[in-house]
């Protein structure tokens, strides 16, 4: 079973521009999301993605946005970028069908490194 | 911001020693998640624990669920190398809605031979 991916690896912008960053959920799973991890700092949650709809939302601006595809492949998009939008970009998704009722572990993809100049 | 206390913030061990740090917060969570990020890669998830009190191993490696469900503690035993990377902890509070977990600001581990 292929695990999460995410392109671009790496993304280099200036101030001002927009970024987008794609996420492929493992297969079977409708559930995406995404988070933000600064240069060390932890992992902060920006956007969750379900059957096509926003579902959550962390503590980030506006210029944040994203979508999901009919395919649950996802989107992250990112408007009038600042420097410190400089991160790696993580995307999620939720492990194995256990029958458990909390099933609240997350998988993750290797990350889009975004450098903004 | 964040919202889990995660210690300590890095720790320098020599290969074969034991290695523990413990995640706490304010408030109670339903799930204690604990991940190891390597350079350059995502969080791999290593342990999960759903239950207050639970105990769970997967090989050298012991997580537990505090029973106050408000703390959860990683316990390294005979460390290797390989260990070396930025351990996180993860949760789901209680009071977030589904799918939104916070994660702890990491524990940097190295390994010395």
């Known amino acids: 079973e292929a695990g999460v991916t995410q392109s671009p690896t790496h993304l280099i912008k200036t101030r001002g521009q927009q970024a987008t960053l794609r996420c492929s959920p493992i297969?079977?799973?409708?559930?995406v999301y995404w988070y933000q991890q600064a240069l060390g700092l932890g992992l902060q949650f920006l956007l969750w993605?379900?059957?096509?709809?926003?579902?959550n939302r962390g503590n980030f601006p506006p210029r944040f946005s994203g979508r999901q595809f009919p395919n649950y492949s996802s989107e992250l998009n990112v408007n009038a970028l600042e420097l410190e939008d400089s991160a790696l970009y993580l995307c999620?998704?939720?492990?194995?069908?256990?029958?458990?009722?909390?099933?609240?572990?997350?998988?993750f993809g290797p990350g889009t490194r975004l450098t903004v100049l | 911001g964040q919202q889990l206390n995660q210690s300590p913030q890095s720790m320098f061990i020599q290969e074969g020693e034991d290695v523990s740090m413990n995640c706490t917060s304010s408030?109670?969570?339903?799930?204690w998640l604990w991940y190891k990020q390597d350079p350059g890669e995502g969080p791999v998830l290593l342990i999960a624990?759903?239950?207050?009190?639970e105990l769970t191993s997967n090989g050298r490696l012991t997580a537990q669920f505090g029973i106050t469900r408000k703390d959860s503690f990683l316990n390294i035993s005979a460390s290797i190398p390989s260990d070396v990377g930025i351990y996180f902890c993860?949760?789901?509070?209680?009071?977030?809605?589904?799918?939104?977990?916070?994660f702890g600001a990491g524990t940097q581990v190295v390994v010395t031979p």
């Open positions: 999620a998704t939720p492990g194995p069908r256990t029958g458990r009722l909390d099933e609240d572990t997350q998988y």
């Open positions: 297969s079977g799973h409708t559930s």
């Open positions: 993605y379900d059957e096509g709809e926003e579902r």
């Open positions: 408030s109670i969570f339903n799930t």
């Open positions: 624990l759903y239950k207050a009190g």
């Open positions: 993860a949760g789901q509070p209680s009071t977030d809605s589904w799918g939104k977990l916070q």
